[in-house]
Every structure is written in C-alpha cells, then in structure tokens.
C-alpha cells in the first residue's frame, strides 16, 4: 500500500510538472525468491540497500562495493569453511548478481552443475569443499581478463560460455 500511494504521489507531481510520460523499469523492482532460505539469510545484510528484509533484482545487481585485496569489489562471501553456519544447498538466484566480483562458497552442500554465465565482472570464485559441483559455467569475457582466481575441487569441469550477441 505505501509503494502505491508514493507512486501515487509521484504521477501527480510528474504530471503537474508539464512532463506527460513516465516509465518505470517493473524488473529492478522484483523481489528475488530464493529455494534456499539460508542463501537468503546469509546475503541479505549485504545486498538489501533499503532494509526492507528482501533483495529485489535492482539490489542484486547494484551491491556495494568493499575493500577486497588492492581494489574495491562486490563481493558474495558465504564460505562456510569452519561450518559456523548452515551449509547451503542451492544458489541459482546468483544469477541476478550481475556485478558481483568474487563468489565464496567454500564448504557449502552445492552440486550438480553452477551457471555463472551471465556475471561478467567475476576476478575470484572459490567453490572448494563442494564435492558434489560436476561443472562450472563460466562467461568466457572473465577467460579473457587474465587475473581470473578459481579455487575448486580437482574434477570439476569448467565450461566457458560465449555470449552470442557479444562476438
């Protein structure tokens, strides 16, 4: 209801002000449904801007910057290493994190196969103490930056997907 009424409020300013379009970009504003309610807990103090609780598509791709080494970087760290938290099943919401850097998913529960095709500005990713990952999908734009750091078990393959639209 408050989203409506400041929507509200918003129009009729807009309108009043001579300007007759406005357009709203509807994606950015989509709350983020993950399968795995610990993945959620565990980055939402990170991502979620405005403190509502969620993260919404706009949040997900737009995270803050950290230090991290000699540079500032959007960074998912959610190692569970020491087994100080509980270990995560599922991550195919990553997918919306368009921007993020590093990805730290050491001594989680994740298999099967982990698209990270569509994060193109990926330097460092560390998926070690997964022993159920079978393949990685990399974007094949962070092949090619030479300084990319990938930390998993021996036998996982890495697959390098090339974006048709950007050859």
């Known amino acids: 209801m408050k989203l409506t009424v400041i929507s509200t409020l918003l129009i009729i300013a807009t309108l009043a002000s001579g300007c007759n379009e406005i357009t709203f970009d509807k994606d950015s504003n989509k709350i983020i449904s993950f399968a795995d309610p610990n993945f959620k807990e565990r980055i939402t103090p990170y991502f979620d801007s405005n403190g509502d609780g969620f993260v919404s598509v706009y949040e997900a791709e737009n995270g803050r910057k950290v230090p991290y080494g000699t540079a500032e970087r959007v960074v998912m760290d959610c190692d569970n290493s020491d087994g100080a938290h509980t270990a995560l099943f599922g991550i195919d919401e990553v997918r919306f994190f368009k921007n993020v850097h590093v990805l730290r998913f050491g001594g989680n529960n994740l298999s099967g196969t982990l698209d ?37 078990e021996p036998g996982t393959e890495i697959e390098y997907y090339t974006d048709p639209e950007n050859n």
């Not at 560390?126 to 393949?135: L, P, R, S, Y």
């Open 116 to 152: 990270l095709k569509r994060l193109k500005s990926l330097v460092e990713i560390d998926f070690t103490d997964n022993a159920g990952i079978e393949k990685i999908i990399l974007n094949s734009s962070v092949k090619n930056t030479g300084a990319m750091v990938i930390n998993i």
